[in-house]
């Protein structure tokens, strides 16, 4: 039996993440590649920073959500959120997976149309929709979730001119345990306004109700309050039938799943307590399959998922630009990706790991960006290897989100690379330049010329 070797005790300060005897840590292997393509070929190719996008793990995802739920329930649509990604070839690769479109604006209508998407399966979502949009979406017999009685009344005197049933739904907002409520879109279950919404669009006879909708919140971590949405949307649904003998012919749920995120200030990591898409598809069809919907007349389901179908096909390469000492003597790294690209980096302290090998010695890390702003931060604390100026990181989970929130702000934004099923890499959005943005500025003749 040979000798256990000695090792000396330490006293180290523990201020992010789960411990271990080393203390913590990201990763105990670099990322090297991402599906296959080297990161350092990445970077020397298209740059630092740089989006990547794995279509390999979106078609997986997909098609794992699609299981969980089409398993469980007969009928089942999933929408793709236009919100949470609207690249052109992202979009693109759900449609191909047979998602609708689910868009919250013009612009996101016209992106959909543009793409190809036949208007009858473009869901028109949000409470702001112009006569103009109303129009586009009653003409292509697109379906229109009303969100305000406003609204409402619009696509009413609409009808009347186009000479056409618009088909639409009403948004409901409800209590389902989760707080704070979000009631701040759509009609209210528990006090009246849903049922009385219904009635105005059922005796006007102008409109045809084919579905009813709610989004109960964003990253939600109970399954059982998508239960009780669909529980509530389902007594509706009934209730139309009895009164009016109308079937709804859907139920939408939204979106608001969580990804395998790590919430900032969550204990453990997302990756190990998050739900999943089994767990959500468990709660919704259990309480769908325990209404009163007859065999034969259960509704479609309809799912607007967005986060949780696209984190995590998403990756952000940094590179390193220095490093420096606080005035605690804390470490400080600095990269060059800054929240105006990460900005999700507000909610998420995301997994970080580095590129290339690394030492067993790590140290509690404060990770910033390069602009010149104090809130800045990408991780305010985990722990890292002693990184060098030029190395490169890998940011996980970045997919949602931040290529719709990102903004020119005192850097440009970098190329968006889709690494395909082949391990082929495609630029599927170009950097910035200059150019771009002056292509949009004009200066008045009086302003053109000056003597410093």
């Given at each position: 039996?040979?000798?256990?070797?000695?090792?000396?005790?330490?006293?180290?300060?523990?201020?992010?993440?789960?411990?271990?005897?080393?203390?913590?840590?990201?990763?105990?292997?670099?990322?090297?590649?991402?599906?296959?393509?080297?990161?350092?070929?990445?970077?020397?190719?298209?740059?630092?920073?740089?989006?990547?996008?794995?279509?390999?793990?979106?078609?997986s995802t997909i098609k794992s959500a699609r299981k969980a739920f089409e398993t469980r329930y007969p009928r089942v649509q999933f929408a793709w959120s236009y919100k949470t990604n609207y690249l052109n070839a992202v979009c693109s690769i759900f449609h191909q997976e047979?998602?609708?479109?689910?868009?919250?604006?013009?612009?996101?209508?016209?992106?959909?149309?543009?793409?190809?998407?036949?208007?009858?399966?473009?869901?028109?979502?949000?409470?702001?929709?112009?006569?103009?949009?109303?129009?586009?979406?009653?003409?292509?017999?697109?379906?229109?979730?009303?969100?305000?009685?406003?609204?409402?009344?619009?696509?009413?005197?609409?009808?009347e001119i186009l000479k056409k049933c618009p088909r639409v739904a009403i948004r409901v907002n409800m209590d389902t345990g989760i707080y704070p409520m979000w009631d701040r879109f759509g009609f209210n279950y528990e006090n009246g306004q849903a049922w009385d919404a219904?009635?105005?669009?059922?005796?006007?006879?102008?409109?045809?109700?084919?579905?009813?909708?709610?989004?109960?919140?964003?990253?939600?971590?109970?399954?059982?309050?998508?239960?009780?949405?669909?529980?509530?949307?389902?007594?509706?649904?009934?209730?139309?039938?009895?009164?009016?003998?109308?079937?709804?012919?859907?139920?939408?749920?939204?979106?608001?799943?969580?990804?395998?995120?790590?919430?900032?200030?969550?204990?453990?990591?997302?990756?190990?307590?998050?739900?999943?898409?089994?767990?959500?598809?468990?709660?919704?069809?259990?309480?769908?399959?325990?209404?009163?919907?007859?065999?034969?007349?259960?509704?479609?389901?309809?799912?607007?998922?967005?986060?949780?179908?696209?984190?995590?096909?998403?990756?952000?390469?940094?590179?390193?630009?220095?490093?420096?000492?606080?005035?605690?003597?804390?470490?400080?790294?600095?990269?060059?990706?800054?929240?105006?690209?990460?900005?999700?980096?507000?909610?998420?302290?995301?997994?970080?790991?580095?590129?290339?090998s690394f030492t067993q010695y790590t140290e509690d890390t404060c990770v910033f960006g390069p602009l010149c702003m104090n809130i800045d931060v990408i991780r305010e604390n985990t722990e890292l290897p002693l990184l060098n100026r030029g190395d490169q990181v890998v940011?996980?989970?970045?997919?949602?989100?931040?290529?719709?929130?990102?903004?020119?702000?005192?850097?440009?934004?970098?190329?968006?690379?889709?690494?395909?099923?082949?391990?082929?890499?495609?630029?599927?959005?170009?950097?910035?330049?200059?150019?771009?943005?002056?292509?949009?500025?004009?200066?008045?003749?009086?302003?053109?010329?000056?003597?410093?």
């Open positions: 039996m040979s000798k256990i070797r000695y090792e000396r005790p330490v006293i180290k300060k523990l201020e992010s993440g789960m411990p271990n005897k080393f203390g913590t840590r990201t990763e105990y292997l670099p990322m090297t590649h991402i599906d296959g393509v080297a990161v350092t070929r990445l970077v020397k190719e298209y740059g630092s920073p740089l989006f990547v996008f794995s279509e390999k793990t979106i078609h047979g998602s609708w479109a689910e868009v919250v604006s013009g612009f996101e209508y016209d992106k959909a149309i543009s793409l190809g998407v036949d208007g009858r399966k473009i869901i028109f979502n949000g409470p702001e929709k112009s006569e103009e949009d109303l129009t586009k979406a009653i003409t292509n017999d697109s379906l229109i979730h009303i969100d305000h009685l406003d609204e409402l009344y619009s696509i009413a005197e609409l009808a219904i009635n105005k669009i059922m005796h006007s006879g102008k409109m045809e109700l084919v579905g009813l909708h709610c989004h109960i919140g964003t990253f939600i971590l109970a399954p059982s309050a998508y239960g009780i949405a669909a529980s509530k949307l389902a007594e509706l649904a009934i209730s139309v039938e009895q009164k009016f003998k109308h079937e709804i012919m859907y139920i939408d749920l939204g979106g608001g799943f969580a990804s395998r995120n790590t919430l900032k200030n969550a204990y453990l990591p997302g990756s190990d307590t998050n739900p999943t898409f089994d767990d959500f598809a468990e709660s919704i069809s259990t309480a769908l399959l325990n209404s009163n919907f007859k065999k034969d007349k259960l509704p479609l389901l309809i799912l607007e998922t967005g986060r949780a179908l696209i984190d995590e096909a998403g990756y952000l390469i940094g590179s390193v630009i220095s490093n420096k000492r606080s005035s605690t003597g804390r470490r400080n790294t600095i990269l060059d990706v800054g929240v105006n690209i990460l900005f999700t980096a507000f909610w998420y302290d995301h997994k970080i790991t580095p590129a290339q940011i996980h989970n970045v997919g949602a989100y931040n290529l719709t929130q990102w903004m020119q702000f005192i850097a440009l934004r970098p190329n968006v690379v889709l690494v395909d099923k082949d391990g082929k890499t495609h630029v599927i959005r170009m950097r910035e330049t200059l150019d771009n943005m002056n292509t949009m500025e004009k200066i008045p003749n009086h302003l053109k010329k000056f003597n410093l």
